[in-house]
């Protein structure tokens, strides 16, 4: 077995710190990534709440065809990780520029594949099993297919964009300049997942009442639409991205990229995409956030042994080639750097954190819902969109002071500070939430647990971006958010076991103390209780344990150093 490849011979095609490059053309570069970093985050989330909608316009039975149609979600988490693996080290070996901008022409081609789903794709489709199958499929069923293909292709664009601009940031700022920028990308790509859901149910349902006024307006102004619909969401997202396109192909011109000699680890990349495709679907969950979302919904979530074991033999075996070939995928021996060692760990407790603070909200305000109508499931809804925007948007407006303070005082103070405060706020949310807690008392709770979690996502990110050479950046911001969404992953099942597992207990021991003589109505209403309880008592044991692992992630925190590394051919 030969020794882990330790220095890539690499070549540099201009500077990679954009030395040439003014401080505020970058600046005008890092925002205009962040619009399609945000639109791509944005669109990992959107259909979950759209879903029976786009069910019900084709004529398909929700109740029946759900669990294929979601899909359209787990097709793009899925296709968002893969993307994340391959185009990030794609990046290092051809340049940014490229990668960035066929990344989001991919992403606006998908974005008008599922806009016109229901024309020329199902066509082709229908076309295909008519010709070549022998079938006859039904038009609507083909027309759902080709929407989840549509969804695929968008996210293939989508996971690229966020680690090709965190590896773009290292190419134009110098170590010392690049934690207020890598923050900012972190906080838009966190909030435009997070507002994903409750974005596609407010524009649908404002479609649903005002579509026919607003078509009749086009029209008086000469444009002859159709009323619009869930279609809309993904048209709009065209001219935004051709805008974003040409004005960042233009603003990259004269930005230098670096590029690494060797070839693309197919091999590698095969069986890590394969790992973690299959250790998502084992555990049975994803970084889906659900605003309607309630405890016995959760039962759908189900570990599926056989295929974690696949998942770790190919993990394994990826381990074993990485450590033997040339030009690996990633280079093993960056885990002997302290502050990637301890940043990784931190990131992963810090994932599983962050999806407790976003499933918590819902959990308590459906359980709160005064009945189980669509009405009454709508508005609780609605809170809870607004609720987690408590914890969501103080979490972006975070990065920037976590930014600084990791500029002036290194990466420590600020990822430590922040998980103290995380930690504060989950105590005070476990043991103070309860089934009459006031909204904004629970909102207070959330903006301390938002701020903590916030000044992480800087020091974290420039953390492990400044330990690694220029050729090797896309990999590492990569590693930086794939280690996040498998902490939130694996949040989802771990929580969504311990919840049904405690509410189960909890009533089978309320229901113990029932009286003996009781009529059938009396029944069903204690019993109806004793879940209401439990489900209360669970929701502040879950935001507790987000307590105890917020506290945990001080410890490799504390590992973080200060120095920066040393990163070649910077200005």
Avoid at 415 to 431: E, K, N, Q, R, Y
Wanted: charge should be neutral.
């Amino acid at each position: 077995m030969s020794a882990p490849n330790v220095n890539n011979t690499t070549q540099t095609r201009g500077t990679s710190s954009g030395s040439a490059v003014s401080t505020g053309h970058r600046w005008y570069v890092l925002a205009l990534v962040l619009v399609p970093v945000f639109i791509g985050a944005l669109d990992l989330t959107i259909v979950s709440a759209i879903l029976p909608e786009i069910l019900t316009k084709l004529s398909i039975p929700v109740d029946t065809n759900l669990g294929a149609a979601a899909w359209a979600v787990t097709g793009y988490l899925l296709a968002y990780i893969v993307s994340m693996i391959i185009t990030g080290r794609v990046s290092d070996l051809i340049g940014r520029r490229a990668v960035y901008l066929a990344c989001l022409a991919i992403f606006i081609f998908g974005s008008y594949w599922v806009a016109t789903a229901h024309e020329l794709p199902t066509q082709v489709l229908n076309l295909i099993a008519r010709r070549y199958l022998g079938q006859r499929p039904d038009l609507n069923q083909l027309t759902l297919i080709a929407v989840i293909i549509g969804r695929v292709i968008q996210a293939l664009g989508a996971g690229a964009m966020v680690p090709v601009s965190m590896a773009l940031v290292g190419d134009l700022f110098p170590p010392e300049r690049r934690s207020q920028p890598v923050g900012l990308i972190g906080a838009v790509d966190t909030l435009g997942w997070v507002l994903g859901h409750l974005y596609g149910g407010v524009m649908v349902n404002f479609f649903n009442q005002r579509g026919g006024e607003i078509a009749a307006w086009l029209q008086s102004i000469g444009l002859n639409l159709p009323p619009p619909d869930w279609h809309t969401l993904f048209y709009l997202n065209v001219p935004i991205g051709l805008i974003a396109f040409v004005l960042t192909w233009l603003a990259l011109r004269g930005v230098k990229s670096p590029s690494g000699v060797g070839r693309f680890d197919v091999v590698g990349a095969v069986m890590v995409s394969l790992s973690l495709i299959l250790l998502n679907l084992g555990l049975g969950g994803s970084a889906e956030i659900s605003t309607t979302r309630t405890l016995d919904e959760a039962t759908g979530t189900q570990i599926n042994l056989p295929l974690l074991a696949i998942a770790g033999v190919c993990f394994v075996a990826f381990l074993i080639y990485e450590w033997r070939i040339k030009y690996p995928l990633l280079e093993l021996h960056l885990f002997r750097k302290r502050n990637i060692s301890a940043a990784s760990l931190t990131n992963l407790l810090i994932g599983f954190c962050l999806m407790l603070g976003l499933v918590s909200v819902p959990l308590l305000v459906n359980l709160r819902a005064e009945d189980a109508s669509a009405e009454a499931i709508s508005r609780a809804a609605e809170r809870a969109g607004i609720l987690l925007s408590a914890l969501t948007i103080p979490m972006a407006a975070a990065a920037i002071p976590g930014g600084w303070l990791s500029a002036k005082r290194g990466y420590r103070l600020p990822t430590v500070l922040g998980l103290i405060l995380a930690t504060a706020g989950f105590v005070m949310a476990g043991t103070t939430w309860r089934a009459d807690t006031p909204d904004l008392t629970m909102a207070l709770h959330m903006l301390v647990v938002g701020i903590g979690l916030g000044l992480t996502i800087s020091p974290i990110g420039t953390a492990v971006i400044n330990e690694v050479d220029e050729h090797a950046r896309g990999v590492a911001s990569a590693l930086v958010l794939i280690l996040r969404l498998l902490g939130m992953t694996i949040a989802v099942s771990s929580l969504t076991t311990f919840a049904l597992t405690r509410v189960s207990y909890l009533v089978q021991l309320a229901s113990e103390n029932f009286p003996v003589a009781v009529t059938a109505e009396d029944l069903q209403r204690l019993s109806v209780q004793a879940y209401f309880e439990a489900g209360i008592q669970v929701i502040g044991e879950m935001l507790l344990i987000g307590a105890v692992v917020s506290a945990i992630a001080i410890v490799p925190a504390l590992w973080l150093h200060n120095r920066n590394a040393e990163v070649t051919n910077e200005a």
